[in-house]
């Protein structure tokens, strides 16, 4: 596979407030990549500085070759990135079918009932709740909402931040397994910070293990989880 993104020598952070340190990561195209590590370690800032969020002091972000290095949110979006935070991924009082066309407010109206229909297919689930509050919906419900937002603009690369965050065991699998048919389905790139390692890790080729801003392991997904040494890497011990 070849790469879609790169992340070259990237020192970032909030103002004077640097989180990253010197960090390289390479996403390939179609694939799934997991972004591990201990809580502040630098993994939702990493994604913020792809989207352009955060202060990039050094280095470089580059797009299918296009340095996308500090451009705004709605520019990286426009180009195929699709961002996904923790919370405030949808609009709660508003219904399915809204939250689904403001997300295509961009489009022309009749590409936008198109790609309704689209993603109603692919998450056949919305079509009885498309003129329920999207508040009303269990959390797993409002995260294919979310995704299925980011679908309505077709984007080729999706950053996932804790998608499975405050959800229960069953529907924190469920959602995961979600984001990994995404790929396996319609060829999306894959990038997810998780916080339950395990699941993250299970769906993915590829994984960075951040530790206080640094890369602290780059490579297999699998070999990282069954790695005898794990838990001390996690916690930047070893």
Avoid: C
């Avoid at 999207?134 to 080729?156: C, H, K, Y």
């Avoid at 993915?204 to 297999?220: C, F, T």
């Amino acid at each position: 596979m070849s790469s879609i993104l790169e992340v070259r020598n990237v020192d970032a952070g909030y103002g004077k407030l640097q989180i990253l340190f010197d960090v390289n990561a390479t996403f390939e195209e179609k694939g799934i990549t997991a972004i591990v590590g201990p809580n502040g370690s630098g993994k939702s800032t990493l994604l913020k500085t792809i989207m352009g969020f955060t202060n990039v002091y050094n280095g470089k972000i580059l797009y299918k070759g296009r340095d996308i290095t500090g451009k705004p949110p709605h520019y990286v979006s426009k180009q195929g990135i699709a961002y996904l935070p923790q919370v405030g991924n949808v609009f709660t009082t508003l219904t399915v079918r809204e939250n689904l066309r403001l997300a295509g407010y961009t489009l022309p109206p009749d590409e936008i009932e198109e790609r309704m229909k689209w993603v109603l297919e692919f998450f056949p689930v919305l079509k009885d709740y498309l003129d329920r509050k999207v508040g009303r919906l269990s959390g797993g419900e409002r995260q294919m909402v979310a995704m299925g937002m980011a679908l309505i603009r077709d984007p080729d690369v999706m950053l996932f931040d804790e998608p499975s965050a405050n959800l229960a065991p069953i529907l924190a699998r469920k959602v995961v397994s979600e984001v990994k048919r995404l790929r396996d389905e319609l060829g999306v790139t894959i990038i997810i910070v998780e916080q339950i390692v395990k699941l993250a890790l299970e769906i993915a080729e590829k994984a960075y293990l951040l530790v206080s801003g640094s890369v602290r392991y780059e490579g297999d997904a699998k070999e990282l989880l069954n790695h005898p040494d794990f838990g001390k890497m996690y916690l930047g011990i070893v």
